[in-house]
């Protein structure tokens, strides 16, 4: 489909500078791209196996038609040979080109083959080959939403691993988690699949306004978490080793436990600290469901818990409480538009916003500037998780309006305790 585009940002020009433009030759190209005949030959598929897509050169003159070809982002590769890609392919019981999803916006089948190859570029092992293929298998999962991480806010995928393979696989969940062990590797391939697979290409497709920071991966830490593992809560039995892929537009800044002077005052100060960093008429008036997550270290899961919480329990509670005043809503959103649209009500109903809470907000609005609001519409779209330095009283919050959690278990050949013992000793003898 041809695309015309309007050069600079909408919400940012004065209605002069907007018909300017508009007459200056975007309507004209509107027009043309609507009437023009395309002429283009649809290119044919090729049948052959993937297999036998290759190039030959030096290294050097491999790594730049990787370059030019953007398969790469920017980091030097581990090349996959034919070699390197067999050695992961026997850690998987499917066919290497059986589809294991299909990823938008590209729509191009994933496969065993193609995840082994960027798995290889990433840096990864063979032995993680069952853990890509699981997280492959959640971003194109439908509810995850991996169509719409192209947002200009910059959404970042990330994982979280649960169950024995995480210590198996060398996953960490301790002091500098996301930075240790196989986790930069493994966030290294989510990103390559995301742009060599689903096809979003920074600047073309992927269109964060700053850019992006490589997707993380981190272990929750099981052991020393006073609740249930999150993929306990998910209906996964505790010795099941699963994957969670998740977003954020954000790695958000820190709290300390330390920075509230009082714990007897509940924890009123964690709303107020995430209730701070959400956009609340994107989530509260289009209703979407998001994803708000909520990090803890150990210890301070531990007091969280002796206060008597349980993890339900404290969703819940932020849930309840993470709201924010009439009063602020005017001031921060709505009066703005007030004065153009000139009423509420029809900004809000402009805006997608359904019935039923229209006159929810006009009953609270009758009732004072002072009347709360929750920032989240539903507790399931709060996901915590205890990970993170155990001598230490950090917080994290992060949140996301596209994606949606996808929890899927990770499958492991039949021959497992073979291959991962033979790839034991070849490690030690090497």
């Not at 719409?148 to 995480?166: E, K, Q, R, S, Y």
């Amino acid at each position: 489909m041809p695309v015309a585009s309007f050069p600079g940002a909408l919400s940012v020009e004065t209605d002069e500078s907007f018909r300017e433009k508009l007459e200056g030759g975007v309507l004209n190209d509107i027009i043309l791209k609507l009437t023009e005949t395309n002429h283009e030959t649809p290119s044919k598929a090729s049948g052959e196996s993937q297999k036998n897509i290759g190039f030959s050169g030096n290294l050097e003159d491999i790594h730049q038609v990787f370059t030019e070809n953007q398969w790469t982002d920017g980091l030097p590769i581990i090349l996959p040979t034919i070699e390197k890609v067999e050695a992961f392919l026997q850690f998987t019981d499917c066919h290497p080109d059986e589809e294991v999803a299909i990823l938008p916006p590209a729509n191009l089948r994933a496969t065993p083959r193609n995840i082994a190859a960027n798995g290889v570029m990433a840096g990864c092992r063979p032995e993680y080959m069952p853990l890509l293929l699981a997280i492959v298998e959640a971003l194109g999962d439908r509810y995850y939403n991996l169509e719409h991480i192209g947002t200009t806010w910059g959404d970042i995928p990330f994982a979280v691993v649960n169950g024995p393979l995480a210590a198996q696989l060398g996953i960490k969940h301790g002091q500098g988690t996301v930075s240790l062990g196989a986790n930069p590797v493994i966030g290294r391939f989510i990103g390559l699949i995301v742009r060599n697979v689903a096809g979003f290409k920074p600047g073309e497709t992927y269109m964060g306004t700053w850019g992006y920071p490589l997707p993380f991966v981190f272990a929750e830490n099981e052991e020393e978490s006073p609740w249930e593992p999150y993929h306990v809560g998910k209906g996964f039995n505790r010795n099941t080793s699963t994957v969670t892929l998740g977003g954020t537009f954000n790695w958000g800044p820190q709290k300390s436990w330390n920075d509230v002077k009082s714990t007897d005052i509940g924890l009123d100060w964690l709303c107020d600290y995430a209730g701070k960093l959400i956009q609340a008429p994107k989530t509260w008036m289009t209703k979407i469901n998001d994803m708000y997550t909520l990090l803890l270290t150990p210890p301070v899961a531990r007091r969280i818990a002796e206060m008597g919480f349980s993890k339900k329990e404290l969703i819940d509670y932020l849930w309840k409480n993470i709201t924010i005043s009439v009063g602020e809503l005017h001031a921060k959103y709505l009066d703005g538009a007030i004065g153009k649209a000139g009423t509420v009500r029809y900004y809000l109903h402009k805006g997608g916003v359904d019935e039923e809470t229209i006159r929810k907000y006009e009953a609270l609005d009758a009732e004072g500037p002072d009347s709360l609001l929750r920032q989240i519409v539903t507790p399931e779209e709060i996901h915590i998780f205890v990970t993170g330095d155990p001598g230490r009283d950090k917080m994290q919050f992060f949140w996301c309006w596209y994606n949606h959690p996808v929890t899927k278990e990770v499958k492991l050949p039949k021959n497992w305790s073979e291959l991962i013992q033979d790839r034991c000793t070849t490690i030690c003898s090497v």
